[in-house]
Structures are given as structure tokens and as C-alpha cells.
């Protein structure tokens, strides 16, 4: 059975998510309750799942990764076996940053990063169109990001359990 979070457990992965590396201590002041407690329902909340890791958000650009790509993925095939297969070549792959099935037109989203457009290339087909059991394939380039926000607006989850009482 899922833990209940109350409104403190909330502002905790409100500011973390926010910002990871803050000290517990500052965390405690944020959310308004001591450092002892705070570390204890931040343990918990690791322990649950509700906290699944703390990350560094790197630029890939200054990293040398320009070229972002979205694929859409077909399979010729939709059996539980080969779905799984198609996942498990997808973390296998370097290049595919996430892997999403979806419900509709296409089965996979894969989101893609690569050096330049020669390297995706070479993966699209190399790879990806020559992967068993894939049926077709549509890649859109990224221009720019407009938003990237990670995770979930604690905004709206605040709203909704408002409404709710």
C-alpha cells in the first residue's frame, strides 16, 4: 500500500526536485521543520519510491551533442515478448536517451542524442531500421526546447488535493 504524503512530505520533493544538492538543513528551513526529521522523512520517502535519484543536469550542447531527435517507432509486431525485446535493444543503445510506449499511430518514442547529424544517421541506419521486428520509422529534429521541466508540477497536485477535501 502506497504511502500517504502529507503537505510536508509534499514541499520536501516540491524542493528537491527543484534542487537536489541542497543541504538537509536547508531543506528542513524551507519546509519549516527541523534537520532530524527532515533527514528521517526524506529516508522515507527514498525508501518508498517516491524519490528515485538525484541527478546532475548536464548541457549536452557544451558537451558536444548537438543533434537531438525525436523517433517514432513502428513494429511489425505488438506481442508482449516483442515489445520487451524492443525495450531491452533501446537501453542498449547509447544514442536513445528515453524510450516511451505509447497508445495510438506509433508504438515507441525514443528521444535521441547525438554528436552531429552524421552520427544519428548512422545509428538510424545502422541500427535502428535494421533492429528485427521494426516496422517503420519517423524522426523528427529538434530546432530548440521551449520547456524542459523534470517531473511533476506540485502546483497542480496541491490544487487537485484541495479540491478533493
Known amino acids: 500500500m502506497p504511502m500517504r504524503l502529507d503537505q510536508i512530505d509534499r514541499k520536501i520533493l516540491a524542493e528537491l526536485q527543484a534542487d537536489g544538492r541542497m543541504t538537509n538543513v536547508e531543506l528542513a528551513k524551507r519546509v519549516g521543520i527541523s534537520a532530524p526529521p527532515c533527514l528521517r522523512r526524506v529516508r522515507t520517502l527514498e525508501e518508498a519510491g517516491y524519490i528515485k535519484g538525484y541527478h546532475a543536469e548536464v548541457d549536452a550542447r557544451e558537451l558536444g551533442f ?3 531527435v525525436f523517433a517514432m517507432v513502428g513494429l511489425a509486431s505488438q506481442a508482449e515478448s516483442d515489445l ?3 525495450e531491452d535493444r533501446c537501453r542498449a543503445w547509447p544514442l536513445v536517451r528515453e524510450c ?3 497508445n495510438g499511430e506509433v508504438d515507441f518514442i525514443l528521444k535521441c542524442a547525438a ?5 544519428f544517421q548512422r545509428f ?3 541500427e535502428l531500421l535494421t533492429t528485427h521486428n521494426v516496422a ?3 524522426t523528427s529534429l529538434v530546432i530548440r526546447v521551449a520547456k524542459d521541466d523534470p517531473g511533476v508540477s506540485f502546483d497542480v497536485l496541491e490544487e487537485r488535493l484541495a479540491e478533493t477535501v
Request: proline share 5%; no cysteine.
Open 100 to 102: 516511451h510506449m505509447l
Open 66 to 68: 548537438e543533434v537531438q
Open 124 to 126: 538510424l541506419t545502422g
Open 115 to 119: 554528436p552531429d547529424l552524421s552520427s
Open 84 to 86: 520487451t525485446a524492443f
Open 136 to 138: 517503420s520509422v519517423k
